[in-house]
């Protein structure tokens, strides 16, 4: 590919606005944790993962990331393993970060003090996290991954994704009360239980929630069966020797499959009835040990099957599962494909995906780019992850004569912006590109 395709391509992506469907940011600036420097921030996600893959011992690693001891002495000990991830898409991300939010070039023994104190400033200026996500990054919108879609957010940066997993499978009885409290519903047996989820979800769209999300395939597969009511029931009935007695809120519980399968079409027939938006994690489950196939989306086939209005946006490309969900996006008018993670998961894998999908399926069912962080400089690294590998890939298109340069720019400012847009009914959203 020549390299001016690349150059051109870029350069026209360069400014474009962003659509974010996925953060695990704060909701608000003021609840940025403040008792770090740069090593506990940036190992508080991904980068972590890949450092104890490369053999740091989890004692070293909480070691690195401990604020009390002098952040040289601490490089010593990470810089050995950070030297053999340095080439991963988590540690290209957060050079990018340095790079990008810091004017620091990447994160060596060379940068580190001097990254951290600017790192330290900016924990102290105002209007960092508008800085980043709006100068920066030209963010319009991020959406924020929360249990707690009814709570205050900064409206100007972010709007909340409501996560089900405690509606699917409640693990503590305080998971229940939470429901029961916020929804307004005492609670008093299965009826009462399905109608303080159904009152929560009316809530939480009230409050401007953009999309429900779903991560059980961090801890079972993804085919939810159909199940018997009377068998729910009864199970939920069990609890009341104990739900209401208050000393026992943090009382762990245990559902089984069969009633977390039918809370998850109980919520799926919500959904359907008002033509809302469900994000759903598939591939890899961020960690260092999980099982894998879990998340295989064509597990989901079923619901993608019996709820046709439900728009379906698969996280992380699948990956490693990027070519069945490319197939899933092609039959299934219904589902679409979502880039986030995706980027620094594998950048040569996501560069790859988009090529092979623009053979596969129409091009407005792919969204660009999702942050995916915990902390906010991460954002801003990745995004120029995401476009680096969207303008390799549209510019390998150009070079194949699959494109010209004002279709590629066309595509991939939609790609950023209009595709994920159309799924996610925000109406301060204005304009695209």
Known sequence: MARNHFDAVYARLSDCIVFDTHEHLPAKESLRPKDRDILTEYLDHYMNRDLVSSGMVRETLEYVKNPKYPIAQRWKAAEPFWNLCRHTGYARSLDAAARIVHQEEGITGYTIESLNQKFLASLETPGHFRHVLKDISRIEVSI????????????????????????????????????????????????????????????????????????????????????????????????????????????????????????????????????????????????????????????????????????????????????????????????????????????????????????????????????????????????????????TALAQLVEEDQLDLEEAERIGKAMFFDSPRQLYPLAEVMDGC
């Open 144 to 391: 924020i991954d929360t249990e707690h879609a009814w709570k205050d957010f900064d409206r100007e940066l972010f709007a909340p994704a409501f996560r089900i997993d405690k509606l699917i499978n409640p693990s503590s009885l305080g998971d229940i009360r939470e429901t029961e409290h916020t929804s307004g519903t005492r609670v008093t047996g299965f009826a009462s239980w399905l109608e303080a989820v159904k009152l929560l979800l009316d809530l939480v769209f009230t409050k401007g929630t953009a999309a429900l999300k779903c991560a059980s395939a961090y801890t079972r597969d993804l085919y939810f069966a159909p199940a018997v009511t009377s068998d729910a029931e009864g199970e939920f009935n069990s609890l009341f020797s104990t739900l209401h007695i208050p000393d026992w809120e943090a009382v762990p519980v245990s559902f089984s499959r069969s009633f977390q399968d039918f809370m998850m079409h109980y919520i799926m027939e919500y959904v359907n009835e008002r033509e809302l938006t469900v994000q759903i994690h598939t591939g890899l489950q961020e960690g260092n040990g999980n099982h894998l196939s879990n998340s295989d989306p064509t597990r989901l086939t079923n619901l993608f099957l019996q709820y046709p209005q439900v728009r379906f946006v698969i996280f992380h490309m699948a990956f490693p599962y990027q070519d069945i969900l490319g197939c899933l996006a092609k039959m299934f008018p219904n589902v679409f494909i979502d880039m986030s993670w995706a980027h620094m998961i594998s950048p040569r894998a996501a560069v790859k995906a988009v090529t092979d999908w623009f053979d596969l399926v129409p091009w407005n069912k792919i969204s660009a780019f999702v942050g995916d962080y915990s902390f906010i400089d991460g954002t801003a690294g990745h995004l120029h992850l995401a476009k680096t590998n969207i303008s």
